[in-house]
């Protein structure tokens, strides 16, 4: 119980924070910290909000008022020691909480993943895993799923090895420096369940980005045991010792074979630059940079830009650096969707951030809004409609309000310039591609020392770019902003499982399957983060997707231990049907529309990054794994007893 002093001060500083607090997250505290239904009922009811997270829930100013002088009141009596009226909200609460704070019906279905998302705000850890003496695991990378993974193994009792070759983790938060870059996803979403962010921006740059990755890796204590500047070079899978044997190559150049019963790739698909093949690019007189590469020693200042292609870095690097430019021409091959989010780029309030970080609970309800909102609400907007009389535009009811809301405030943007409306304004359905976020890009292009070309780039001689359209421009730097090789999943590392069998041959390079985006059939004891078809194209926060089969990989773990297998293996009718079943789902999805080209799809047509699921279905999927889904092989005695010695020596 904190002393007067304390108190009060707590009080004036809590006070700062609530003007600029979010409402309906204050209506769920008020209900949670007083019991009282007063505060989901009308007059307090939110109004919903398009765009955002309803910082006023559409209440009028008396009653915002009125919300915020009871907060204060019921956050200073939690701190002066009164017991919270429900601590352990139960299913049906937060299914009626949310319902009113969203200003929609949320099924109830999603009260269990509700209750289980507060449960590891509130810091729960995984139930232990007892392996057999001198059991080993080795984890390749530490990025956002390797450092959760690291994490999550430790506090489960688990050892193992993990290896990481950049100098520091943080994967591709720490490798991208381009200006501008960011998440597209709000930050406080964009963070681990167990870990919250305290961020200094509402959709955080890379930098703080790389700090958090790193400062929680060293919070959790698994920071100081990564190999760092060590890259695998190949895991393969020895069918008689039933381990992976995984060749290294160390920051000094030797190389050393790492033996462990498993391997979790953690690789990340945002690794591998995708270069378009544009004859004379490399040729280019004067700097060539990629956005994944990003050269800070290359001069901006003054310069005539070209820029290759309109997707997401583009959409961060081009707002960043017109300022700087003389001249910036952009090549657009396609049209592309750029969603409206007024908190982009601006800072969370000091007094905000320090409510967060005092009032646990507030951040917890508020993290568990963003859940909904940013979450699968649109995967009804996703399914095609075979009696949709209008294909060419959109793909059912739904989306053809989405599309009408979008086209609606990209002509309220370009307004002065119905031109670029023609150009800017995409003929496919709206979420068939990645869906943007317009980060000032729409009112950079009406700069008047900014070029829209609507034709991508065919061929470049010395300085000049030479467009599909037969029009040449002139630059002195050319940045590269197409995007990663993200279809041929496991890029990074060679991969080679039963018979010898690498995963570029099991997958014809890049025709990619996995079970559950986690496990492949011929690979035992062998998972994979961030797998085929687990991208949200439908949004949400990837992270969660991330920790659902990091819990899916403990569960397997765990009944590994308890029935003494050596070997799973995903069964090959399981796999196969698995894959079946999520193509047959794209057929009926946005993703496999005819009417535009998109990295979603592989040569042969098939869906390989985005999952068709709703993040509940696949949290359902993966919170339990079930080793019917496997072949499994008992350990063998004579082998444990000859693990527990080697342990021992």
């Not at 290294?248 to 953690?266: F, L, M, Q």
């Not at 909102?373 to 053809?400: M, T």
């Not at 599909?468 to 993200?486: H, P, Q």
């Not at 570029?504 to 996995?514: P, Q, S, V």
Request: charged share 25%; net charge negative; hydrophobic share 35%.
């Amino acid at each position: 119980m904190a002393d007067a002093a304390d108190l009060d001060q707590f009080r004036q500083s809590i006070a700062e924070a609530l003007p600029c607090a979010n409402v309906p997250t204050l209506l769920l505290l008020l209900y949670q910290f007083t019991g009282d239904d007063y505060w989901l009922k009308p007059p307090f009811s939110p109004i919903k909000s398009r765009w955002d997270d309803n910082d006023s829930g559409g209440l009028s100013e008396p009653l915002q008022s009125e919300v915020r002088a009871a907060a204060l009141d019921a956050i200073v009596a939690w701190r002066a020691g009164r017991p919270i009226a429900k601590p352990d909200l139960s299913s049906d609460e937060l299914i009626r909480m949310l319902t009113t704070s969203e200003a929609e019906a949320i099924p109830h279905e999603y009260g269990e993943m509700m209750v289980h998302k507060l449960k590891k705000y509130a810091g729960a850890t995984p139930p232990p895993v007892n392996l057999p003496a001198g059991f080993k695991i080795l984890i390749i990378g530490a990025g956002m799923s390797g450092v959760a993974t690291a994490i999550r193994l430790k506090q489960a009792g688990v050892p193992y090895i993990q290896i990481e070759k950049q100098d520091r983790a943080g994967g591709v938060w720490h490798s991208h420096h381009y200006p501008g870059c960011g998440v597209d996803t709000p930050g406080h979403l964009y963070s681990y369940t167990f870990a919250g962010g305290n961020w200094t921006k509402f959709f955080p740059l890379q930098d703080e980005l790389d700090g958090y990755f790193n400062r929680v890796a060293r919070e959790f204590g698994v920071e100081e045991s990564i190999r760092y500047g060590t890259e695998c070079l190949v895991t393969r899978y020895d069918e008689e010792s039933k381990t992976w044997k995984s060749r290294v190559r160390y920051p000094d150049g030797s190389e050393e074979t790492i033996e462990t019963n498993i391997v979790i790739s953690a690789v990340g698909g945002f690794t591998t630059p995708k270069w378009p093949n544009i004859p004379g690019l490399h040729d280019f007189d004067g700097p060539v940079v990629h956005t994944s590469k990003w050269d800070p020693s290359v001069e901006l200042d003054g310069k005539r830009v070209a820029v290759i292609g309109n997707g997401a870095s583009a959409m961060q690097i081009v707002p960043a650096t017109a300022d700087r430019v003389s001249e910036m021409t952009i090549f657009q091959r396609s049209h592309q969707w750029a969603a409206p989010f007024p908190k982009l780029r601006m800072p969370v309030p000091e007094p905000v951030r320090l409510l967060l970080n005092q009032v646990p609970h507030y951040e917890w309800l508020y993290r568990l809004r963003l859940s909904w909102i940013f979450d699968s609400q649109v995967h009804d907007a996703l399914q095609k409609d075979p009696e949709w009389p209008h294909p060419d535009r959109s793909v059912n009811a739904i989306n053809d309000s989405h599309r009408a809301n979008y086209t609606a405030y990209i002509e309220s943007q370009l307004a002065e310039r119905p031109d670029l409306i023609a150009k800017v304004v995409p003929g496919y359905p709206p979420f068939g591609k990645r869906m943007l976020l317009d980060n000032g890009w729409y009112k950079t292009l009406l700069k008047p020392h900014v070029k829209l070309v609507d034709s991508a780039a065919e061929r470049i001689e010395g300085r000049k770019v030479i467009a599909k359209s037969g029009e040449a421009y002139e630059a002195d730097v050319l940045i590269v902003a197409s995007g990663y090789d993200i279809s041929r999943f496991l890029l990074p590392v060679n991969v080679v499982g039963r018979g010898g069998k690498s995963v570029r041959e099991a997958w014809n390079d890049n025709d990619c399957k996995a079970y559950l985006g986690t496990v492949i059939a011929g690979f035992p004891n062998f998972f994979m983060l961030y797998g085929p078809n687990t991208a949200l194209g439908h949004g949400g926060s990837f992270i969660f997707t991330v920790e659902s089969q990091i819990d899916y990989v403990l569960s397997t773990l765990r009944q590994m231990g308890e029935r003494k297998l050596a070997e799973v293996e995903c069964r090959l009718d399981v796999y196969e049907t698995y894959n079946e079943t999520i193509q047959a789902m794209h057929r009926g999805m946005i993703w496999s529309h005819e009417g535009m080209s998109t990295y979603f799809r592989n040569d042969q047509g098939r869906i390989v990054t985005n999952s068709p699921w709703r993040l509940i279905d696949y949290w359902n999927m993966t919170k339990e794994a079930n080793l019917d889904d496997y072949v499994v092989k008992e350990l063998d005695e004579g082998a444990d007893e000859g693990a527990s010695e080697r342990a021992r020596a």
